[in-house]
């Protein structure tokens, strides 16, 4: 099977530093050092919503929240700066506005995770902060569950966050480590590292994705 070039999405001026699709596709979000924060149709190959403020800095990671009884989706955009902003849609399909807002003592929003069943957030800083949140239903601010921070490394930037993954089963979430290639497997519920739950890639990490037999 060959792919061809569809298309391109152009409105950004830097680096884009993270792209993600919602659940059904309709949705895709950018985020770049300019920044900004866009989102596009899919549908009209178009920009459907901007988001942006020059004190964020560049934008990190943005992450598809899930959507509520009534169809309307929200979503996440991590921030330089170490704002975390999240934004949920007016109406099913209609614009997104500010939901709640936090920001990280330690710097830069790298990575997000979500876990829909329980509608838990994990959020990884880039001085190895890893932070649990609840993300409310309806209106209102994220519910702080727990924070920890990853063990030192020799390596100074080591623990610069690389990705954040719940496994599937949901006991876990799985923190990836950029400069040091150290994956950490945490208990969900406590954020403590689990027994046996530190392994090595003996190279520096890029990027991840997981596989149903949990293969990364």
Known sequence: ????LSG?????HG????????NDGHFLCSGADDQRAIIWSM?????????YDRDWGAIRSVKWLGEDDMGRKTLGIGCESGVLNVYR??????????????TLDTGSVESMAFERSRNCLAVGGEAGD?????????????????????????????????DLIFCHDLSSLEVCCRHTGVVYSLDKETGIVKAGGERHTNSA???????TDERY
């Open 43 to 51: 549908d009209t190959k178009s920009q459907f919503q901007e988001f």
């Open 15 to 22: 680096t884009i530093h993270c792209l993600t699709f919602d």
């Open 8 to 12: 391109r999405l152009n409105a950004h």
């Open 130 to 162: 890893i932070s649990m949140y609840k993300l409310p239903e309806g209106e209102g601010s994220l519910s702080h569950l727990w924070t920890v921070q990853l063990p030192a490394s020799t390596n100074q930037d080591g623990t610069i966050i690389c």
């Open 205 to 211: 990490i890029a990027n991840v994705s997981i596989s």
């Open 89 to 102: 849609q007016n109406r099913h399909g209609g614009g997104f506005s500010p939901l709640c807002s936090i």
């Open 1 to 4: 099977m060959a792919y061809r």
